[in-house]
């Protein structure tokens, strides 16, 4: 696993050890001890004028709050607090918001993480003129 999370015997969520509540109840710098290198990097850089203000969004709204009117974001790159546990966030993902529920699951990781930006693709049969070898296909 590269992200230590677990459910006790109770089956209570644990994240490097700590209980949800404890990881909600503590300050942002001992929560970024406790994050992965890459966030904890881009967290101690400092954050962007845009993160700060998602983050703060984020705290101010509660969890009935964002299942009806979700915070809506274009920073995929923004990595998931655990104060953002239980709250709806809408990340664009290059042509829509699409809908994340943070669960507690998802510390550490970034929000972009959970909306994917490519679809797969189904190709169909061939059609006239598309190459020279589709000439030969007989048609239906």
């Keep these: 696993m590269s992200q230590e999370y677990r459910t006790g015997r109770e089956g209570e969520f644990t994240y490097r050890g700590y209980t949800l509540e404890e990881l909600q109840a503590m300050e942002l710098d001992e929560v970024v001890e406790l994050l992965p290198a890459r966030q904890r990097r881009s967290i101690e850089r400092g954050l962007s004028v845009e993160k700060e203000k998602l983050r703060e969004e984020a705290s101010e709204k509660g969890e009935e709050e964002t299942a ?3 915070i809506r974001t274009h920073l995929r790159d923004m990595p998931i607090l655990p104060e953002f546990v239980g709250k709806t966030f809408e990340v ?7 809908r994340v529920r943070v669960e507690p699951e998802m510390i550490g990781h970034y929000l972009g993480e959970f909306q994917l930006t490519r679809t797969s693709v189904e190709h169909g049969q061939a059609g006239i003129g598309a190459t020279r070898s589709s000439k030969f296909v007989p048609l239906k």
């Design 68 to 70: 009806n009117d979700p």
């Design 92 to 98: 664009y993902n290059g042509q829509a918001f699409e």
